[in-house]
């Protein structure tokens, strides 16, 4: 498969990762559980979007040196368009995130465990998808319109779905650990588990988690063929894919308290997958260029969240 990685690229990238999870677990961490701020929260998240630019920079940097400012530039805007896509779809992670957490009512400083241990499962499981995606398009291309036709017939999906909360009594994952698990009723700090007379039970906490990987699992399998109508090298999908999903974390307190106010943020995400599906399966008729991809995708966005906020939920409305 064509790829732009090489291995010093691949270390430099595994490099950048593991310092800035380092920092990110040791510094939000410092004081103990707690309850993250939108300030803290807010800091955080120009902190990720910044480390993902100056990563984008290098990158260009480095493909200008070897091959010279188009590449450099074709490559520098199929990061940012795959990084740009990724975290907007993120952000309807976040909104199931947030009902998941309201309705087990996990208190607020016992949060940042389950969604550290969720964004690290996160990485590993986009990293799986993504080196199977690409081994397999290497391979065979109609899978291209596989994964158009399925974006398009999510986004569809979810332009019906939004505003409905999901129902989680329903939940298949959740109705099985019920009916094989021990559950405790209520929480034991940031455990996830504990012993009553030589006994395993779990807690709520454990529940919520094994939830969010569910979830994650869910919006992966949605979110991967996204990024590869945007380019199909492995290394651009998994670097602007990870750092997406880095700052979930932060972007999670952030929003907690604005998901309300950006309430039709979901049909603006389900355009963006039929948009991106589309492009997929028009791939061998016209090729859309990343350009006009990346602009459109940001139009959806900006549009989306202008008409949330020029148009208030009405009182007593299920939020998105």
């Known amino acids: 498969m064509d790829t732009i990685g090489n291995p010093w690229l691949w270390a430099g990238f595994a490099g950048v990762i593991v310092v800035a999870l380092l920092a990110d677990l040791l510094l939000m961490r410092h004081g103990g559980a707690h309850r993250v701020t939108f300030k803290e929260a807010l800091y955080w998240s120009i902190g990720w979007v910044a480390l993902s630019l100056l990563f984008n920079a290098a990158l260009w940097w480095y493909a200008n040196a070897a091959a010279g400012p188009a590449e450099a530039n074709r490559i520098g805007l199929e990061f ?16 199931v995130f947030l009902m998941l957490m309201s309705y087990f009512a996990v208190p607020e400083e016992y949060r940042q465990r389950v969604l550290v241990i969720g964004v690290l499962g996160a ?3 986009r990293a799986i998808l993504i080196f199977a995606g690409a081994a397999l398009l290497a391979k065979f291309h109609w899978l291209l319109y596989v994964f158009g036709a399925f974006l398009l017939l999510t986004g569809i999906k979810m332009w019906f779905a939004a505003g409905k909360a999901p129902d989680l009594e329903r939940n298949p994952a959740l109705r099985w650990m019920r009916g094989h698990l021990r559950l405790t009723d209520g929480y ?5 588990s504990v012993r009553r007379d030589g006994v395993r039970w779990f807690t709520p906490l454990f529940v919520v988690l094994v939830l969010i990987g569910v979830t994650d699992v869910i919006f992966a399998v949605d979110s991967i063929p996204a990024i590869f109508a945007i380019t199909a090298d492995p290394f651009i999908v998994l670097t602007s894919n990870v750092f997406a999903v880095l700052g979930l974390r932060a972007m999670f307190f952030l929003l907690a308290g604005m998901a309300e106010r950006f309430h039709l943020l979901p049909y603006g995400l389900a355009v963006v997958l039929a948009f991106i599906g589309a492009k997929m399966l028009l791939l061998d008729i016209y090729k859309i260029p990343v350009l006009w991809a990346l602009a459109t995708v940001l139009a959806i966005l900006a549009a989306t969240i202008a008409l949330s906020l020029a148009r208030p ?8």
């Open 80 to 95: 940012l368009t795959g990084y740009l896509v990724e975290k907007s779809l993120a952000v309807d992670n976040i909104f």
């Open 123 to 125: 990485i590993a499981l």
């Open 188 to 192: 034991h700090g940031q455990a996830l």
């Open 313 to 320: 939920p009405k009182p007593g409305a299920n939020g998105a």
